[in-house]
């Protein structure tokens, strides 16, 4: 049965949205490709190429299953849909010709989608005709669509909305639902920020561009970004903020343990969960990242940390903070590397400072401390590598001090 005119637009729902758009989208691109200077032309308007390359395989699936559509349900030629279908169809092949006309022959067998991107690089590999600032050529290199460019302003938007706050010193600046918005954040806005570099490097063959925003990559924004090159200022000052201050982070809380970049995202659940109400038993589960051995480390140089700034409260707590460093130095007894020597070395620090209770700080060196070691706490730890063995050491320091 056909369907009555008056409720085909109805019936195509926001289809018919996407139709409209992309029409005035053809016309508009159509007269730029088509135009004597056609190369300006785009170089002042890549963010309409962009839009209309990303946007073409929906266009194209939804002309298609329309068409379906009509032709099952006899929709009659004069209704507005099924002119505004043909008028797009039109459209579109009009701008699939003169795009294809624009490439070198040797490229033309490619989709309208694949085509328009393809021009953006011919475009920007040409370079202005007539020369331009540096600032001028930053905005034809980064048009403020990119999918990295809006993937590195999702990012820094957590960075900085976590960052941006003040907070009380020794705390951490984000709760347990912001780790885990940091932990995806972080990597995405690396990758992101690496795609724009890469690409400043590859049209850009001078390197000024490039040069000239890293400069002021560090500086603080004064206002809100609109172009794409304060877009991309924008986030990567507030990456580097998120970066150093985590840095500081987790050299507090993890030394004398190191974790590595893609290390950093991982550990940020855990230590929110960690330090909130009833979290210090939150245990550190191996992922991509890490494995067991190694995730056994960070527990271990996290509670090392905390025993060294202070001694738990209690005896069961006393009791739950000395078992939790054992089960760690458990997890992390096979490990091997810097990472692991400077935490056994931290261990026998500790062991020295927590045996020498008597002694004076002033007047405390390693040297003494050595040939004083079997003295104060028994066997000499000096060459012992088990890392049970030397908590287990460092526990027995710690109850005759106590």
Known sequence: MATHPDNLRARLEDRADLLEATRLRYVALRGMLEAFFWKDRVRAHFE?????????????????????????????????????????????????????????????????????????????????????????????????NLPELRAACAAAEVCERVFKRPTPEGVLPF??????????????????????????????????VKDFL?????????????????????????????RARLRALLESRLAPVLPLEREVPELLPWLAA???????????????????????????AAELATLSRERPV??????????????????????GGTDVERLRDALRLFIILHGKAQTPARLFSPSRARTRASDDLGPDMTHVKDLPALVQAARNAASRQG
């Open 314 to 335: 209690g005896a069961w707590s006393e009791e739950a903070a000395w078992t939790r460093l054992w089960s760690a130095a458990q997890r992390a007894r096979d490990e």
């Open 48 to 144: 309409l190429l962009r839009e209309v390359a990303q946007v073409q395989p929906e266009v194209d699936a939804t002309l298609a299953a329309l068409k379906r559509r009509a032709a099952a349900e006899a929709w009659p030629r004069e209704a507005a849909p099924m002119k505004l279908m043909a008028e797009v169809e039109r459209l579109r092949a009009a701008v699939e010709h003169v795009a294809l006309r624009r490439l070198p022959e040797a490229e033309r067998s490619v989709s309208l989608g694949e085509a328009l991107l393809r021009l953006e690089e011919v475009v920007l590999e040409a370079g202005p005709l007539l020369g331009g600032r540096t600032w001028a050529r930053a905005v034809e290199l980064l048009p403020r």
């Open 214 to 242: 890293a400069r002021r990559a560090s500086r603080v924004p004064l206002h809100a970004p609109r172009s794409g090159p304060e877009l991309v200022l924008h986030a990567a000052f507030w990456h580097g903020v998120a």
């Open 175 to 208: 709760n347990e639902a912001e780790a885990e918005e940091l932990r995806r954040a972080l990597p995405l806005a690396e990758s992101a920020l690496a795609s724009l570099w890469q690409r400043l490097e590859h049209f850009d063959t001078s390197g000024k």
């Open 274 to 300: 960690r330090e909130s109400s009833g979290g210090a038993e939150a245990r550190l589960a191996p992922g991509e990242a890490f494995d067991e051995g190694r995730a056994g480390l960070f527990e271990l």
